[in-house]
């Protein structure tokens, strides 16, 4: 760990370092904006607390010594703070609050030392910090699959009623970790309340104050049918609505062909059995092989066929209320966009997309110094790489605001008036002095009629905030 070193390299006599994380902008990013989404749960679970003791600071001074191979593990200052702290970490934290729609390019929190000893403390848990990019990556990701299902819910149906529960998250098993399961999966849950990652419910549950972020149905998966063997599918769909009669359930209905098992098994065999559930227990049909656009489509004529549709007030086809589909293979924002019927047919389930498929650049994620001070004077500072323009950084003491348009913006060099200032104080000296539940966080994300009408992921053209407040989308959590 590079950060290891730092506290040998900075100027003599320097009493503060600040920094800044921000996503930084970048011209014709696919992403405009971001859901701020995690840091809680990062200070309480690595930062809060007597984090600090005698024995982490001997195994860290035996570690650093045989990976360096020389002393350079300042075995001294870690004392200096178990002494004067008792463990606990003299910085500051100022932060957006949890689950703002910020644009990019912003401060979404800063960093700096209460004590001029400890000057390099700032940035020895930047590599920590930085890893928020993953939950500010997901939950952002989720709130645009949000943006486009509530473009075509409400087109295709006329309201927006059961957008919550229409993506649900599938990615437990193709994530690296059980901690990127909860941390992902808790993301995704600021805007949804559909998931099978449990890890993300539990996190939800013990860091932000939320008993039940999510729910999920009986679901069949391959083995439970293919254990039947194939000669005896139908009586494998046949023993799953003997064993939950009651309550929605979804049977996953391509083992074989999912053709031929929604028009012969389903649309024939036991069409009877599914015609006698009701709404409060429809059946949902699962394909999970082959184009998802194609394959959803095939089913649901299928379906169309066998079962008889209606129309609703806005002209679009409605399989009947005890019928329908949850496609969860190979559901990307892309894919999402290109279903014609009414949205009120089909579920989605994401997996990889959501929780796995993304890095620190898919939002330029980054933490950088932006105010030093040396000798008692404080200097503004900055990075400004000639090989490349975008990643220069912000200089000075920085505070979050809206102008007289409405619009966010970052102020440098501490111009920014306190009064103004968008960042909360949510860490210092120790302790965290501001906690924030996940129906608060849910209520700082929610749609704006706005996100319906744009293009996919274009924020390009930001909208003030008088018209924000008139068109909220009301209902949504």
């Known amino acids: 760990m590079e950060t290891i070193t730092h506290y040998k390299q900075y100027p003599p006599n ?50 650093y010594q045989m990976h360096f191979k020389q002393k350079v593990f300042d075995e001294e200052g870690w004392r200096k703070l178990l002494e004067r702290y008792d463990g606990r970490l003299p910085i500051r934290i100022k932060a957006v ?42 939950a952002t990701i989720s709130r645009e699959f949000k943006k486009i299902l509530a473009k075509h819910l409400k087109a295709t149906s006329g309201s927006l009623e059961g957008l919550e529960f229409k993506l ?37 549950q013990r860091y932000y104050n939320c008993p039940m972020a999510g729910f999920s149905i009986p ?25 939950f009669p009651t309550g929605p359930m979804a049977v996953v209905s391509d083992s074989y062909d ?12 036991l069409k009877e059995r599914v015609m006698e559930r009701s709404e409060d227990s429809m059946l949902v049909i699962r394909p999970d092989s082959g184009d998802p656009t ?47 019927w009414s949205a009120e047919n089909v579920f989605f389930g994401c997996g990889s997309a959501l929780l796995q498929k993304i890095n620190r650049d898919t939002l330029n994620c980054a933490f950088k110094c932006s105010y030093v001070e040396t000798n008692g004077k404080g200097m503004d500072v900055y990075k400004q790489p000639v090989t490349d323009p975008s990643k220069g950084s912000k200089r000075g003491r920085l505070s979050l605001r809206r102008n007289s348009d409405g619009l966010i913006e970052t102020v440098e ?16 000296n120790g302790t965290i002095l501001q ?43």
């Open 168 to 204: 649900h998250d599938f990615g437990y098993r193709g994530v690296s970790s059980q901690e990127s399961a909860a941390l992902g999966g808790a993301a995704h849950l600021v805007n949804f309340c559909s998931t099978d990652t449990v890890a993300g419910l539990l996190m939800a």
């Open 97 to 138: 609050p949890e689950g703002r729609i910020i644009p990019r390019g912003n401060v979404l929190f800063t960093v700096e030392n209460t004590d001029p000893d400890f000057y390099w403390l700032t940035n020895y848990i930047e590599t920590m910090l930085v890893q928020m990019w993953y939950p500010i990556t997901v």
């Open 258 to 269: 999912i053709f031929k098992a929604c028009k012969h098994i389903w649309g024939d065999k």
């Open 435 to 477: 906690e924030y539940s996940l129906d608060e966080i849910r209520k700082n994300a929610r749609l704006w009629e706005e996100d319906l009408s744009l293009s996919q992921h274009n924020q390009d053209h930001p909208t003030s905030l008088e018209i924000h407040q008139k068109h909220i989308m009301n209902g949504v959590h």
């Open 14 to 63: 320097v009493s503060k370092v600040y920094s800044y994380f921000e996503c930084r902008h970048k011209k014709g990013a696919q992403f405009n904006e971001v859901v701020f989404f995690g840091l809680q749960y990062l200070l309480k679970r690595y930062i809060a607390g007597c984090v600090v003791t005698e024995e982490k600071i001997q195994e860290a001074k035996v570690f």
């Open 294 to 340: 194609e394959t959803l489509l095939g089913v649901i004529k299928i379906l169309e066929e066998c079962f008889t549709c209606s129309v609703n007030s806005v002209g679009y086809k409605v399989l009947p209320s005890y019928l329908r589909i949850i496609q969860g293979d190979g559901i990307d924002l892309c894919s999402v966009e290109k279903v014609s």
């Open 219 to 243: 679901a069949a998966e391959h083995s439970t049918i293919i254990s039947w063997g194939r000669n005896r599918e139908k009586e494998a769909y046949e023993y799953l609505l003997d064993q």
């Open 413 to 428: 060099r501490g111009v920014g008036k306190p009064e103004e200032d968008m960042l909360v104080t949510v860490f210092e």
